[in-house]
Every structure is written in C-alpha cells, then in structure tokens.
C-alpha cells in the first residue's frame, strides 16, 4: 500500500468546495486547517498505477492553488540489505 500525504493550498473562497470534491475520491482523507486556509490530504492506494491516477486527478482541480507531497510510504518497497 502507498499512503502519502499533502498540503493543498485552496485558490481564495475555494477551500470548502475543494474540501467536498476531494471527499469524493474512496483513496482520500482530507483535514481543514482551523487557523489556515489550508488542507491536509492523506492517500491510500494499492500500487503504483492506482497512486498515480489519483495524483492527476487531484491536481488537475480547478480549485488548487498549490499541492506539496510532505510524506509517502510504500509498504513495497525492500529495504536495502547491507553487508558487514
């Protein structure tokens, strides 16, 4: 599973309807800022293709003025093994 997170940055007197349209999408958790006119996403996807759809979905939202990955975590990935 890959689960990242943004910061979306709304265009003025957009954040609550950009708050609905981002509610829609199954993969998503969004949190309002109380004090910012700001969100806070959060992404589950299963794979790579399915994490990538969602992203072009996402910033092609008239309503954003700016999205910023803050953190992402890929359950797939294999660590790197090291040798002594």
Known sequence: MI?????IYPLPQQKSS?????????QCDVIPATNQDLLVLVTATDNQTDDETLYTQIKHLPQIQV???ISGHNDHIIPLQTTH
């Open 18 to 26: 950009l708050q609905d349209k981002l509610q829609q999408f199954p």
């Open 3 to 7: 689960v990242k997170s943004y910061l």
């Open 67 to 69: 999205i910023t990955l």
